[in-house]
T-cell receptor, first 109, second 115 residues
Framework: AQRVTQPEKLLSVFKGAPVELKCNYS??????LFWYVQYSRQRLQLLLR??SRESIKGFTADLNKGETSFHLKKPFAQEEDSAMYYC???????????FGAGTRLAVHP | ETGVTQTPRHLVMGMTNKKSLKCEQH?????MYWYKQSAKKPLELMFV???????ENNSVPSRFSPECPNSSHLFLHLHTLQPEDSALYLC??????????????FGEGSRLTVL
């Protein structure tokens, strides 16, 4: 079965601390994974995709096929990073995404 | 207006009512989606339309009836709903030609409360 698991509902850190939002997936083929973000009072939007190997707003995510993980990391959290983060798995031949339950990141001053 | 627009933003209805949610996108996309977001549950894909054709029905009860008259508009018709159908209903769109990008553009959602 195709599934995305985000084990933490809430991650609370202080400004300047490192952040790691966990994501594990279950998929039989070659996975394509994404992180979406929803800031307060804003709509859900794409943050980054694993195939781009990019750093967006200081965030990076590496696909680890051995551990079936796609954790989102940032070395130094900022208050403006506070948001809901969703990990998503591409399923099927079109843009069908399976989302995890989300993790709320709270960055305190 | 640009982007994905959903109306109404809030809807309260009784179990015997019939109402509709509307989604409109001004991005030139040709795939549109309905997702359901309930408290404490992951986003659930409900329906997918590509070039106005329904390509996915994720075992959604028949009390939810989608309609896609053209690539820019998507409706979700609601009738005889249950209180457990109360949720945030999100519409999204994406490009559907050639390369799959995994990028969906979401609306702000319609918050539905069924009494």
């Amino acid at each position: 079965a195709q599934r995305v698991t985000q084990p933490e509902k809430l991650l609370s850190v202080f400004k300047g601390a490192p952040v790691e939002l966990k994501c594990n997936y279950s998929y039989s083929g070659s996975p394509e994974l994404f992180w979406y973000v929803q800031y307060s009072r804003q709509r859900l939007q794409l943050l980054l995709r694993h195939i781009s190997r990019e750093s967006i707003k200081g965030f990076t995510a590496d696909l680890n096929k051995g551990e079936t993980s796609f954790h989102l990391k940032k070395p130094f959290a900022q208050e403006e990073d506070s948001a809901m983060y969703y990990c998503a798995l591409l399923s099927g031949g079109y843009n069908k995404l399976i989302f995890g339950a989300g993790t709320r990141l709270a960055v305190h001053p | 207006e640009t982007g994905v627009t959903q109306t109404p933003r809030h809807l309260v209805m009784g179990m015997t009512n019939k109402k509709s949610l509307k989604c409109e996108q001004h991005l030139g996309h040709n795939a549109m989606y309905w997702y359901k977001q309930s408290a404490k549950k992951p986003l659930e894909l409900m329906f997918v339309y590509n070039f106005k054709e329904q390509t996915e029905n994720n075992s959604v009860p028949s009390r939810f009836s989608p309609e896609c008259p053209n690539s820019s508009h998507l409706f979700l018709h609601l009738h005889t709903l249950q209180p457990e159908d109360s949720a945030l209903y999100l519409c999204a769109s994406s490009q559907r030609s050639g390369r799959v990008t995994g990028e969906l553009f979401f609306g702000e959602g319609s918050r539905l409360t069924v009494l």
